[in-house]
């Protein structure tokens, strides 16, 4: 595919009740337009979800800030499809790239730079880098001390190609999208979530080549209401369960998703004893973790889609 060699951008970002977050989001976003994406020509759409649309008066306080402008609509869905798909609608025809991340995510000072660096190298329709989960000063030892926030990262040369992309961290030639219309974020994934992954394997399966920008960091910071087991527990439990009801449509076999099933349940059990055997901590609460993961897996195969929390 042939694309514009302008770095225009359109930053999308989808939100939902978190002003202060986005506040933050968009200073980033502003201060390293002028001091570190220099190169690039810089646009951002905010899509608010809320109900009563109380991140408006967020967005209208950097509304001049941005070469490209800055579009603010309220959705008020509650379907992050529906959200996003409109970030795609408000953005498409504004610059040559989107740029997507999460509202509670802060950049790297060379993400943008980085992202479109990959890209240029590889042609590639997307690409994308990692979020990185950090935990607050006064977060239990337990969390901090075992992988808790290391779910959904990966190890990946720069420019390998990947199998997927996610939206807190992806950059998108619009060119793409616009001779795709019907290419967009299914509404059935809106309220139970794993609508990125159905999404990029969908943008795959139409041929696009997704690419990993190793610099590339977006950083999360998790909130109180995370730092706790039930909430780490619950996101285990989800983030198995997501991975088998977005895989049954794209045909994976049902037995297939029960052996990783099991499979991620005996690995969650056994890891104690390798742990120690390597003379390590034996990390009992990840351990039962990836047990939950394993669960939630189960859970899938079986029909019951949960909601993400």
Not at 16 to 41: M, V
Not at 294 to 307: A, E, N, P, S, T
Request: with cysteine.
């Amino acid at each position: 595919m042939t694309t514009a060699p302008a770095n225009d951008v359109i930053v999308a970002v989808c939100t939902y009740n978190r002003t202060a977050e986005l506040d933050r989001l968009l200073r980033a976003i502003d201060t390293y337009a002028r001091d570190q994406w220099k190169s690039c020509t810089i646009g951002v759409t905010v899509i608010d979800d809320s109900a009563d649309g109380n991140a408006r008066a967020v967005a209208a306080r950097y509304a001049d800030r941005f070469a490209l402008g800055l579009v603010y609509e309220n959705s008020a869905s509650r379907n992050i499809s529906v959200a996003r798909n409109l970030a795609l609608a408000r953005s498409i025809d504004r610059a040559s790239f989107i740029a997507m991340t999460d509202d509670d995510c802060e950049p790297s000072d060379v993400w943008l730079t980085e992202l479109l660096r990959v890209r240029a190298a590889s042609d590639a329709e997307v690409s994308t880098g990692l979020m990185l989960r950090k935990a607050p000063a006064h977060a239990p030892r337990w969390i901090q001390d075992q992988p808790f926030l290391q779910l959904g990262e990966f190890h990946a040369v720069d420019g390998e190609e990947l199998p997927i992309a996610n939206t807190n961290n992806s950059l998108i030639a619009t060119a793409f999208l616009k001779e795709r219309p019907a290419l967009r974020f299914d509404p059935a994934f809106g309220r139970t979530g794993g609508e990125d992954m159905a999404f990029f394997h969908a943008m795959k399966q139409a041929g696009a080549r997704i690419v990993y920008a190793a610099r590339a960091f977006v950083y999360e910071i998790e909130p109180d209401e995370r730092l706790t087991l039930r909430y780490q527990f619950r996101r285990h439990l989800w983030q198995g369960n997501t991975s088998v009801v977005t895989r049954l449509p794209r045909g994976v076999g049902r037995l297939r998703l029960t052996v990783n099933g099991g499979a991620t349940m005996v690995r969650g059990a056994i890891r104690p004893l390798r742990q120690l055997s390597r003379r390590e901590p034996p990390q009992f609460l990840f351990a039962a973790a990836k047990m939950v993961e394993g669960v939630g897996i189960m859970l899938g195969v079986i029909g019951i889609r949960l909601k993400h929390k």
